[in-house]
Nanobody, 115 residues
Framework: QVQLVESGGGLVQAGGSLRLSCAAS????????MGWYRQAPGKQRELVAS???????NYADSVKGRFTISRDNAKNTVYLQMNSLKPEDTAVYYC?????????WGQGTQVTVSS
């Protein structure tokens, strides 16, 4: 069982920045991909960004050039630096960790961007 603890969400004005963190603990053997998803009210959950063990990254087109995903393997932590935030980035952001043993989700952290 993998436990994920997210932090860093909040309220910010358009154009501002936030940094999300997600720390993994427990049975974290064999992590393959760490990522961030988001779900806005009335919409499906969507991939925001992901990063592999080899630091290969993938971003949603809507966040390319504004968001940066990174990871600290020693701390089993993944980060999402979000710059130039827009009101349409408002959503609950979820951390996801996929390993050879499991696929785990965090509890979610609210990000609200005011115009």
């Amino acid at each position: 069982q993998v436990q994920l603890v997210e932090s860093g969400g909040g309220l910010v004005q358009a154009g501002g920045s936030l940094r999300l963190s997600c720390a993994a603990s427990g049975s974290i053997f064999g992590i393959l991909v760490m990522g961030w998803y988001r779900q806005a009210p009335g919409k499906q959950r969507e991939l925001v960004a992901s990063i592999t063990t080899g630091d290969s990254t993938n971003y949603a087109d809507s966040v390319k050039g504004r968001f940066t995903i990174s990871r600290d393997n020693a701390k089993n932590t993944v980060y999402l630096q979000m710059n130039s935030l827009k009101p349409e980035d408002t959503a609950v952001y979820y951390c996801n960790v996929a390993s050879i043993m499991s696929n785990s989700w965090g509890q979610g952290t609210q990000v609200t961007v005011s115009s």
